[in-house]
């Protein structure tokens, strides 16, 4: 056979750069926040080797250490310091992520995004209304109309505040509809909503649960989040926040999910967003820390391949430490 076509004419070292076809920069990348209304002090995330939880107070520098690195915008996660069947601190004027997104909003160039959910504030753990049934029996079922009205106040706090844009995860029906007529009505026609339009019911939030006291206090959110089988399912989902409005649709999980954020990015005009999640980020150190992998090498690997399944923005822990190298 005649070797006329060589394709490692183009993998040699002077030419890999102008033939690649992705690339990461720290303009792409979103650093998750998590400030906690509990502690005085930093406390460090013992599962996710490298993040802390911060108070209120700890907020600017925080995300001054992160702008630093050249990332740009952050998600920020709040612990109240108390919670209760309804979740009330979450939309508190004087809530956690509501004084720590206005002192960075004053004080820093961040561009500020925040989780709208309820699950960090309930005491349920649920992301959503949990009502006794007529029996008096707890109910094992997030209401999802009435969790509606929750999430548009919570999202027209955190804008009160000062956010840049927010973000719903908690998968309920019609969250991006109820967000957007908030958020208008409160005058936030700006106001972007990146919607966690395509989440799954997924074993990789583990280390997050810990990190924000999220996990559901009985049962689980298979009745709200979707299903790890599912593909086509998520193109629906997708389509419906779509109409609702959503500016940003959101994958979550990002590894084991590259299937669907390629789906996404081939079916709709919208910017495509990716969470590559705590517990992709904790398998990774887990495995360098025994010297199995190497993590920055499998790190800067993992979101060039979100990146090229097609998201144009990865929300990820990694993100400081590859700004930083890149
Ligand atoms: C809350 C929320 C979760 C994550 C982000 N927002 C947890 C969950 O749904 O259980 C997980 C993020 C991660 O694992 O990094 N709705």
Redesign the pocket.
Known sequence: MELTRRPRRLRRDGVRSLVSETEVSASDLIA?VFVDATTAQRRPIES?PGHERVPVGEAVPRVREILETGVEAVMV?GIPESKDRRGSRAWAEDGVVQRAVDAIATETDAYVIT?V????YTSHGH?GVLEDDADGDPDLTVRNDETLDLLGRIALSHADAGADMVAP???IDGMVAAIRESLDAGGFTDVPIMS?AA?Y??A??????D??D???AFGD?RHY?MDPANAREALREVELDVRQGADVLMV??ALPYLDVVSGVRREFDHPVAA???????AMLHAAAERGWLDLEETAHESLLSIKRAGADIV?T?FAEDLAARL
């Open positions: 998750p996710m996660f989780d959910c309820l699950c960090e992301c995860s908690g998968m966690y989440k019911e997924s990789f939030y583990g280390p997050f649960r990190a924000a999220g996990a559901p959110r989040q979550k999980p969470y590559n999640v705590s517990g992709e980020y929300l822990y």
